[in-house]
């Protein structure tokens, strides 16, 4: 049972008000798509949530009602099947707010005639405050025991041990009782987080126990979308609270990519200049088809001219593959500049198949020069690697974007720890570095040099493992330097790529190869023009229903 459900409802990611009328909400206006949801840090939830208690608008109970009410909503609205009748739960409670938040959702499931068993952790002798008076309501009702005794079997398991601000080792008899407990095919519904799951990083502590849906308040966290999150938490639905009227309290400065963030297409009678041109530098002979697919990805998504710069020796080679793409003569950085007097050339591509060598080092100084004067650098693959080489940085303009994977990253920035927390990771190296990051894998990270970050995740109906295959990447940087080259900044050049490369993908399905890529974004564009589906899904929904 316990496969079918999660089958059903993996990786989806809704919104739904639990405060007031208690709809779901599906929001897919352009704009919301262009700025996705925020995510926060746990620090600044609990800042929101203090904004709300010192305002006098809500008590700390009122929002844990609440809370552990718009759970059980949720839960409802994902299974219709457990709302058809009674049925039987199991609700695990720890011993901080999260655990108060399953004292009301016990009650709750028990007033709609549920049979409800109750499991704690902890010492109750010690327990304080809001998650104390909780407990007292449900002991009203219902009965408790510690987490040691087995619990009956169940149809729905309620993981309310720890929530957003866990930062510890999680204790043994906490795993091995969420084991056991769903070990006879229970539904799992997580509060906040799954056990074991960070929110601020992504990362299990010590290892995340995976839920079937995951219900969490006002705004999705980091962890949710990043490192661990989205296997760990299943469906997530992010409920409101009655916290709206004091966002204002965090930062605003992390969201999801949900959709373009420059808007690609073209539009009016305008000149192939007016979207720019972009420059893709190549290496030598037999290595010009990384260089090459990056160009038909720029010229793809919108740039207005598109050059391929090659050796001579690889002239002949390059111009047997190249109709639309133009061709030059670039063989080492005094050809470059020579080149980038035309004014007109307003994005620069380098790295894919340039070689590990002297004169990539060299293309990578005059571009960082470019940068300083405006011109867009996408830099990816052997032109990192000749960063890392140089143990430094050189002076970035303010739309320069680096694309490394995790290995290229873990080169380029030794002191970070882009595994065990890729978003503080990516904001350093960013900082670091000066040039916006854009950190490849399933949760692509972006961080720009002031602190902004977005996460793109091609996770559940986004996911498209068949990205996994050589040149994929080359086409990602030719999409960034093509957005460059139509006048975006970087950071809303890497987030558009990101998600126009995932969507692209999504399109041409499994058994993809790195040229389907380019081939598929006129259906992805075209989607966007009519405002519809690219029939690969619908296009950047910031919460999915389902």
């Not at 989205?230 to 639905?237: T, V």
């Amino acid at each position: 049972m316990r496969a079918a459900a999660r089958q059903a409802a993996a990786g989806t990611i809704s919104r739904e008000s639990a405060y007031g009328a208690g709809k779901l909400q599906l929001f897919e206006a352009m704009s919301e798509r262009a700025t996705g949801a925020v995510l926060l840090t746990a620090a600044e939830m609990r800042a929101v949530e203090a904004a709300a208690i010192d305002s006098a608008s809500a008590t700390g109970l009122a929002l844990m009602e609440r809370a552990g009410g718009a759970t059980v909503d949720a839960a409802l609205a994902t299974w219709p099947d457990l709302a058809a009748r009674p049925h039987r739960a199991t609700v695990l409670c720890g011993p901080g707010a999260n655990g108060g938040d399953g004292y009301v959702v016990a009650r709750r499931f028990a007033e709609r005639g549920w049979a409800v068993a109750v499991r704690r952790l902890g010492d109750p002798a010690k327990a304080t405050g809001d998650a104390a008076a909780m407990r007292a309501a449900w002991l009203a009702l219902g009965q408790e025991a510690p987490l040691s005794e087995p619990a009956p079997s169940a149809d729905l398991v309620v993981d309310a041990l720890f929530g957003t601000g866990l930062a510890r080792e999680v204790p043994a008899e906490a795993c091995g009782a969420l084991a056991a407990a769903r070990a006879g095919g229970a539904r799992v519904l997580a509060v906040d987080a799954p056990l074991g799951l960070c929110l601020d990083t992504g990362r299990g502590l010590p290892a995340a126990v995976q839920a079937d849906l995951t219900v969490s308040f006002h705004r999705p966290k980091i962890g949710h979308v990043v490192g661990a999150g989205p296997a760990a938490c299943g469906a997530l639905r992010v409920v409101d609270i009655g916290l709206e009227p004091f966002a204002a309290a965090a930062a605003d400065a992390a969201r999801t990519v949900e959709g373009p963030a420059f808007d690609p297409r073209k539009s009016g009678a305008r000149h192939k200049y007016d979207y720019g041109h972009a420059l893709v530098l190549a290496g030598g002979v037999g290595r010009g088809g990384a260089a090459r697919l990056a160009a038909r990805a720029a010229l793809r998504v919108g740039a207005g001219l598109v050059t391929v710069g090659a050796p001579g020796a690889a002239l002949i080679e390059n111009a047997a593959r190249l109709d639309a793409v133009m061709l030059r003569r670039t063989n080492d950085a005094a050809d470059l500049r020579a080149l980038l007097e035309d004014r007109r050339v307003t994005a620069l591509a380098l790295g894919p198949g340039l070689g590990v060598d002297g004169r990539t080092a060299d293309l990578v100084a005059v571009a960082a020069e470019a940068s300083l004067r405006g011109v867009g650098v996408a830099l990816d693959a052997d032109a990192l690697t000749a960063l890392a080489s140089a143990g430094g940085f050189p002076p970035f303009g303010p739309r320069v974007v680096l694309t490394p994977h995790a290995g290229e990253f873990a080169r380029l920035f030794p002191a970070l720890d882009a595994a065990g927390d890729p978003a503080a990771a990516a904001r350093a190296a960013a900082a670091a570095s000066g040039a916006t990051v854009l950190l490849k894998g399933a949760a692509t990270v972006i961080a720009a040099p002031d602190g902004a970050l977005r996460v793109h995740g091609a996770t559940g109906p986004r996911a498209a493992p068949w990205l996994a295959t050589a040149g994929s990447g080359d086409v990602l940087t030719g999409l960034a330097a093509g957005l460059l080259a139509r006048g975006a900044g970087a950071l809303d050049a890497a987030a558009t790529a990101a998600w126009l490369h995932v969507e692209a993908a999504r399109v041409a399905g499994p058994g993809l190869i790195a040229e389907d890529l380019p081939e598929a974004l006129p259906r992805v564009l075209r989607a966007l023009e009519q405002g519809g589906e690219s029939g690969a899904g619908a296009l950047g929904a910031v919460w999915r229903v389902g």
